[in-house]
Nanobody, 114 residues
Framework: QVRLVDSGGGLVQAGGSLRLSCAAS????????MAWYRQVPGKEREFVAR??????TYADSVKGRFTVSRDNAKNTAYLQMNILKPEDTAIYYC?????????WGQGTQVTVSS
């Protein structure tokens, strides 16, 4: 059974930092591109960052502030979020994608106060 467990969200003041984690099981983790998306109620889920074999890609809104990484030995992906802004408030979801397979975590809430 494939499972992605998101964690690390919380309440932080603007300018602060958080690190999200995505622990994967049931997949060969190293075969998957790992990504992060976020969603605000009433809006579509939007791309935040992806880490594939050729490096990381980022949404313009987070470039220079967020860093995506992974530890294949721990089957875990991370999203380091620095210089957080109120507009970063959302539910963050990790995504694992490979060869037509696509899996999602349950999401973790990030709230940035001004």
């Amino acid at each position: 059974q494939v499972r992605l467990v998101d964690s690390g969200g919380g309440l932080v003041q603007a300018g602060g930092s958080l690190r999200l984690s995505c622990a994967a099981s049931g997949i060969t983790f190293s075969d998957y591109d790992m990504a992060w998306y976020r969603q605000v109620p009433g809006k579509e889920r939007e791309f935040v960052a992806r880490l594939s074999w050729n490096g990381g890609t980022y949404a313009d809104s987070v470039k220079g502030r967020f860093t995506v990484s992974r530890d294949n030995a721990k089957n875990t992906a991370y999203l380091q979020m620095n210089i957080l802004k109120p507009e970063d408030t959302a539910i963050y979801y990790c995504n694992a994608r490979s060869y037509g397979y696509n899996y999602w975590g349950q999401g973790t809430q990030v709230t940035v106060s001004s």
